[in-house]
């Protein structure tokens, strides 16, 4: 075995040493830069921001319901720390809105339908706050983005299954108010219909309110009186009536098969996917390059923010041709090949 003298021993054991921090050096500025981003972003970009949620209804709601679920979502992900408000009248908003904003939020998701000037306002007032809100109007400033749900192509596919499907060749539309987001749906529901079946007609309804299942049931029952054996159920309520009455039914915003009690009524539902326009307002804050924009093109099929459900139950029932015709339309779609026309006029009834 070969010793070693003090003096040399002591030089090694220095030089060891000295390796070993030289090594934890390199390696805390490795993780440094791990940390910061080779590009210079900050270590804020891998952390956790604070959401705040404002929402006029419960969250039970279907349209609030489904911004809750994509945040909540993003929550559970470890991406975010997230709360929020629910039931909050326009009177009330704005307050709210200053509240979390001066809570120290890094984004907040509402809507400002029926208040858009004043919320501008309060992005106006806080320019370091992320602002994503519901609204028929357009981006503001420099931090106040704006959505909406635009799932009138999987309402077009579902008008397709629909003029298919009907033997009177009448089909009844219940909403909630004749609005551009609502009328939208409805337009190209009929469209899809009138592509494959031109005698079909339509008796059309707004009930007034967004969410009154009992008004918007007996409105249904009065369209089927008068004929109709088709139900597009754009409000909560429609698919009750369709079931006791014994004909189906075409959901709006969320799966109504599945949520509504729609087993064996409900054919297919348009649904809404907020995911793809959270998940990526989220990116852009955490990277510090959140900008006022529209996030249209994030709620349409080819981003994954629309899509039709499946047909589950009636997946034999309807025709295999009109499925063919679905799938191929949807890719069209999907390609930017087929364009359905938005329309946000209201809509009639034709008989």
């Known amino acids: 075995m070969t010793s070693l003298k003090q003096g040399n021993g002591c030089a090694l054991l220095k030089s060891a040493f000295g390796r ?34 404002i929402y006029t209804v419960p ?21 975010i720390e997230y709360s929020f408000s629910e039931k909050v009248p326009n009177t009330d908003y704005v307050r709210v809105m200053r509240e ?30 992320a602002f994503l809100m519901g609204d028929p109007g357009v981006e503001h400033g420099s931090n106040f983005s704006v959505f909406d749900n635009w799932i009138h ?43 494959v079946n031109p005698d079909v007609e339509f008796k059309i309804s707004f009930i007034g309110s967004w969410y009154d299942p009992p008004k918007a049931k007996e409105f249904a029952f009065a369209q089927v009186e008068s004929g109709v054996d088709v139900l597009y159920a754009e409000r909560a309520g429609v698919v009750d009536a369709a079931r006791e009455k014994g004909i189906i039914a075409f ?32 990116e852009q804050v ?3 390059t959140f900008k006022a924009e529209n996030y249209k093109e994030w709620t349409m099929m080819k981003a994954g923010g ?15 041709e009109t499925k063919a015709k679905i799938d191929a339309l949807a890719a069209k779609i999907k390609a930017g090949d087929m364009v359905v026309e938005i329309n946000d006029e209201e809509p009639k009834s034709t008989f």
Request: proline share 3%; hydrophobic share 45%.
């Open 306 to 320: 629309a899509s039709l459900s499946p047909f589950y139950e009636f997946e034999g029932k309807v025709p295999a």
């Open 286 to 288: 955490k990277a510090g």
């Open 251 to 282: 959901g709006n915003v969320n799966d109504m098969n599945k949520l509504e009690n729609g087993t064996d009524v409900v054919v297919a539902s348009a649904l809404w996917h907020m995911e793809p326009a959270i998940n990526y307002a989220i």
């Open 100 to 129: 979390y904003a001066e809570g120290g939020v890094d984004l907040i998701v509402g809507e400002a339908f029926g208040i858009s000037r004043e919320a501008r306002k309060v992005a106006d007032d806080y320019p370091k706050i």
């Open 153 to 195: 192509e999987p309402c077009y596919l579902m008008g397709v299954v629909a003029g298919t499907m009907t033997k009177t060749n009448k089909i009844g539309m219940v909403g909630g108010f004749p609005i551009g987001e609502v009328n939208r749906l409805f337009h190209a529901f009929m469209a899809g219909a009138k592509s």
């Open 20 to 53: 070993r921090s030289a090594v934890k050096a390199i390696g805390l500025a490795f993780a440094a830069v791990a940390a910061f981003g080779l590009s210079g972003e900050s270590a804020l970009a891998q952390e956790k921001i604070k959401v705040a949620g």
């Open 59 to 79: 969250i039970q709601q279907k349209w609030v319901g489904t911004l809750h679920r994509a945040l909540a979502a993003a929550e559970k992900r470890g991406e």
